[in-house]
């Protein structure tokens, strides 16, 4: 794990034959109430929990699980971590709580070919990513957690119920698999995504200060250039249509 500054340590994912998605934990060390930003895919729950431990932080600390949106590689071990950690709550965007809590598993597999392949390759059935979600975010919240603050920014495009999370003061923003480091945006083309909000949600991200990029695959930039998201989104604005 690595501490990117205090209050935000950075788990990176380990790639199988689909993605695994890196995971955040947040919170000031002392609060005991920290928060991790997505899980990652199957079978990579323990090596998450183990590389928590392994950096001195008591798995007790941690309170909630926040989904940056809920597309395999990053739910995919929930189950596993929610097994150790069953206090744990799972906060997710309304519009994906809803599929999470239905048994919709559309926006979890992104599409039907890769749903049958994933199922054989790694013995999932159907109804494996139903969950009760204790808090749905809306967008617009500031939400004030483990002595720092976050603010939720819903950024559908990639998926449905996309989330960043903005800390302010630090100028660094979690947006999962909406925008990466070296002018790469998230794919629009899975069940849910849609390319026009995918350019009105980069346009909105264009509008942060931001030093820090926390995606959820590739690169952490912790030094961004100047008008750094303003420049991706341009760059991809005329396949965003
Ligand atoms: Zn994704
Ligand atoms: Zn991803």
Not at 30 to 38: A, G, P, T, V, Y
Not at 65 to 84: A, P, S, V
Not at 89 to 118: I, K, P
Request: glycine letters at 10%; aromatic letters at 8%.
């Amino acid at each position: 794990m690595t501490e990117i500054i205090e209050g935000i340590n950075f788990i990176a994912g380990v790639d199988d034959m689909i993605p695994d998605s890196h995971v955040y934990v947040i919170g000031e060390p002392s609060s005991q109430d920290l928060s991790i930003i997505d899980a990652g895919l199957m079978g990579k729950g323990n090596y998450k929990l183990q590389t928590i431990k392994k950096a001195g932080i008591k798995v007790e600390d941690i309170k909630r699980i926040i989904m940056t949106h809920i597309h395999l590689d990053h739910i995919g071990c929930l189950n596993e971590i929610r097994e150790k950690l069953p206090w744990v709550e799972l906060w997710v965007h309304d519009q994906e709580a809803e599929s999470l809590e239905q048994g919709d598993e559309r926006t979890v597999y992104g599409m039907e070919m890769f749903r049958n392949m994933c199922q054989m390759q790694y013995g999932l059935k159907d109804g494996d990513f139903t969950f009760e979600v204790n808090k749905k975010l809306q967008g617009g919240e500031s939400l004030e957690i483990g002595g720092t603050v976050w603010e939720v920014l819903h950024i559908p495009g990639h998926s449905p119920g996309g989330i960043a999370l903005y800390h302010r003061t630090k100028r660094a923003l979690i947006p999962g698999d909406v925008i990466y480091a070296d002018y790469a945006i998230g794919r629009f083309d899975l069940h849910g995504a849609d390319a026009s909000e995918l350019k009105k949600s980069l346009g909105r991200l264009s509008e942060l200060d931001v030093d820090i990029l926390l995606p959820g695959h590739n690169r952490v930039a912790r030094d961004l250039p100047e008008g750094y998201l303003e420049e991706t989104a341009k760059q991809w604005e005329p396949y965003l249509t």
